[in-house]
């Protein structure tokens, strides 16, 4: 029986173990609180738990020796740690996050081993990659070029679970959220490279209207520029990737993000009040006057709503004695901004393709995913995040998957497989597609 271990037992895990328990695997889930580990297993003969640490360098050392293949799903900086005991080790890898500088250099030891650490394999990244190369090579296989690609991700709750002034809810680490509010992005468009430092990411805002779903807004994600040469793109003269967020979030989140709110400097709390809090993280404002002084200094009313609802003018003591201005917002949202029992929430994909024919005409193609959350069960953030991993294990350990080095879902013999088979199960998870002509190129 092949052995599997999984690092970490958050929010996006159970689908994955239940799914690798399914298909005949030992699954041994190692995390810092063993109960979590526990309730996943759900004392399935086949699974196992084990309490460690991240800073337990001698227990990783163990628990990787002893397994056929790792799957990470640690906060993304822990993931060159298990890749380099993995490739010492000469044992497989699979994490759901994106490639580190850290992580690409390892590339060459990794196949030095002969080993293959697959990354990006969950939703953004993962389900993105592989459903805009499914028609990327698709239309490269036709003779065509794609000369413009725009690609939208978003998790979000689903519409009647939209009950509070921030239209979000948290799926997914709170505190991932708020630190990619910080990111810089850049895309081209048009042929001309557009560059946004993290404090205007949220000024960079346009309405998508998604199809069957309605407007929402978009802004960047990141370095789209990359994607040329990952996707094969060259020559193309529009390149952007997008996050979406319901109306209203980008206006309030430029200024939250640039308010003092989200740094992550620890500072001394006790004692302190809401109240106190937020007029000592926002330059300017005064604890007697801290409403009237932020809504001056933000501008937007609709933010200065944001904030209240969250109780941050309130007399209520803060719970945390020593911590950053973003661990106060991340244990108020955690606390406000989860979903309740039975809610569900949403994933939203969206790619947007313009490819030249050989027979010089031009055509739109649109591949849309909509996927909700189960109520009382999977949420789909867990489901698209996790089951790709899950599977993309299983066809590795299989031998079909195969190849060394460090490498991300791009190519046919990964994408592929996986895609039908998010497809074919229950409640699965399938893009709509559709073709327009447009004018001659």
């Known amino acids: 029986m092949k052995r599997i271990l999984l690092l970490g037992a958050g929010l996006v895990s159970k689908p994955l173990v239940r799914y690798l328990l399914k298909k005949g695997f030992l699954v041994v889930v190692a995390s ?62 699979v994490t759901t996050s994106y490639v580190s500088p850290a992580m690409r250099a390892l590339d060459e030891k990794a196949k030095a ?22 028609i990327i090579d698709q239309v490269k296989k036709e003779g065509g070029k794609v000369v413009s690609f725009k690609s939208y991700c978003g998790g979000l709750p689903a519409p009647e679970a939209d009950t509070n002034p921030w239209g979000y809810k948290f799926s997914w680490s709170p505190r991932g959220v708020m630190l990619a509010g910080k990111n810089s992005a850049r895309y081209l468009k048009d042929g001309k490279q557009v560059d946004i430092p993290g404090p205007e990411l949220f000024g960079d805002m346009h309405i998508l209207d998604v199809p069957g779903l309605g407007a929402l807004e978009a802004y960047p994600n990141r370095d789209s520029m990359c994607y040329m040469d990952l996707y094969g793109l ?24 640039n308010s003092g709110l989200l740094d992550d400097k620890e500072r001394d709390l006790n004692g302190m009040t809401f109240r106190q809090f937020t007029a000592s993280a926002i330059k300017g404002a005064k604890p007697e006057t801290v409403r009237k002084d932020v809504a001056a200094k933000l501008g937007v009313p609709h933010a200065v709503e944001w904030l209240e609802w969250l109780g941050l003018f309130g007399e209520e ?25 039975g809610e569900r929430d949403m994933l939203v994909m969206h790619h947007e393709f313009i490819a030249n024919t050989p027979k010089g005409k031009s055509e739109k193609i649109t591949s ?23 599977m993309a294990a299983r066809l590795i350990l299989e031998g079909k998957i195969k190849g060394t080095g460090v490498q991300i879902p791009v190519k046919p013999a990964i994408y592929e497989p996986v895609l039908k088979e998010l497809e074919e199960m229950e409640n699965g998870i399938r893009f709509k597609e559709a073709r327009t002509a447009l004018e001659a190129a």
């Open 113 to 134: 081993a002969g080993i293959l650490i697959l990354n990006e394999i969950g939703v953004d990244p993962g389900i993105d990659h592989m459903s805009a190369m499914k």
């Open 368 to 390: 849309t995913l909509i996927d909700f959350g189960i109520p009382h069960g999977d949420s789909s953030m867990a489901r698209t995040v996790s089951l790709p991993a899950a």
């Open 317 to 341: 003591r803060l719970p945390l004695e020593k911590a950053s201005p973003l661990d106060v917002m991340v244990a108020r949202m955690v606390e406000k901004m989860s979903y309740s029992e």
């Open 32 to 93: 810092r609180t063993v109960s979590k580990a526990q309730a996943l297993l759900d004392k399935h003969p086949n699974g196992r738990a084990k309490a460690w640490t991240v800073e337990d360098k001698k227990g990783l050392k163990e628990l990787v020796k002893e397994t056929d293949l790792a799957i990470s799903l640690l906060p993304a900086a822990y993931h060159v740690v298990v890749a380099e005991e993995c490739i010492a080790r000469k044992k497989l890898m």
């Open 234 to 257: 060259q020559g193309a003269k529009t390149v952007f990737r997008g996050t979406l967020r319901y109306k209203g979030w980008c206006a309030a989140m430029k200024k939250i993000v």
